[in-house]
């Protein structure tokens, strides 16, 4: 079975400053990560997608994000954060056994203060 | 490139009647999956199809049934609506079974 987790139910940064919104991840096999972003009434946007190969991702808007095998995390970051960024942050976990799943963490609210 | 249409956007629903969403990939995207969202529970899987067939489903009761069609265009369905079932609907097209997914704008529904 999937799963991924979201500790922070919100994270707070202020404009310019770095921001790291955190995501672990259990997945039998080789994992497909996802990280998604939802605007208010919106649906979800694609950010950025590990399948294999080096470890940190680049993404949409500015977005990067670590894969670490040996903590099971895939961490979402920013150098410098944007009042624009606030937005609901969603982690996946795709798996591609009987038919591709995906499943999301339960979200992390950004907000960026200026 | 369209995106994912979903209709309607909006539907109010009293208990015990049903309901039917549609969802319209993206064109040549031929997985399609569907998402409920609500502030309790999040994003829950539902099901995914490919080519006319479910491959995979979530832990939904059977109230709870979709179908795709030759085109792709699916359709989900939901029956003896309860107050629970109050969330927002939301399906997404990929065009492999490794790729990210293309969310629509979600159909809200509300059983009053």
């Known amino acids: 079975a999937q799963s991924v987790a979201q500790p922070e139910d919100q994270v707070n940064v202020a404009e310019g400053n770095p921001l790291t919104v955190k995501c672990t991840y259990s997945v039998s096999g080789n994992p497909y990560l996802f990280w998604y972003v939802q605007y208010p009434n919106r649906g979800l946007q694609f950010l950025l997608k590990y399948i294999t190969g080096d470890n940190l991702v680049k993404g949409s808007y500015g977005f990067e994000a670590e894969f670490n095998k040996s903590q099971t995390s895939f961490h979402l970051k920013k150098p410098s954060a944007l009042v624009s960024d606030s937005a609901l942050y969603f982690c996946?976990?795709?798996?591609?056994?009987?038919?591709?799943?995906?499943?999301f963490g339960a979200g992390t609210r950004l907000f960026v203060k200026a | 490139k369209a995106g994912v249409t979903q209709t309607p956007r909006y539907l109010i629903k009293t208990r015990g009647q049903q309901v039917t969403l549609s969802c319209s990939p993206i064109?040549?995207?031929?997985?399609v999956s569907w998402y409920q969202q609500t502030p309790g529970q999040g994003l829950q899987f539902l099901f995914e199809y490919f080519s006319e067939t479910q491959r995979n489903k979530g832990n939904f009761p059977g109230r709870f049934s979709g179908r795709q069609f030759s085109n792709s265009r699916s359709e989900m369905n939901v029956s003896t609506l309860e107050l629970g079932d109050s969330a927002l609907y939301l399906c997404?097209?990929?065009?492999?079974?490794?790729?990210?997914?293309?969310f629509g704008e979600g159909s809200r529904l509300t059983v009053l």
């Open positions: 997404a097209s990929s065009y492999q079974n490794t790729g990210e997914l293309f």
């Open positions: 064109s040549g995207h031929r997985s």
């Open positions: 996946a976990v795709g798996s591609n056994t009987g038919g591709f799943k995906t499943i």
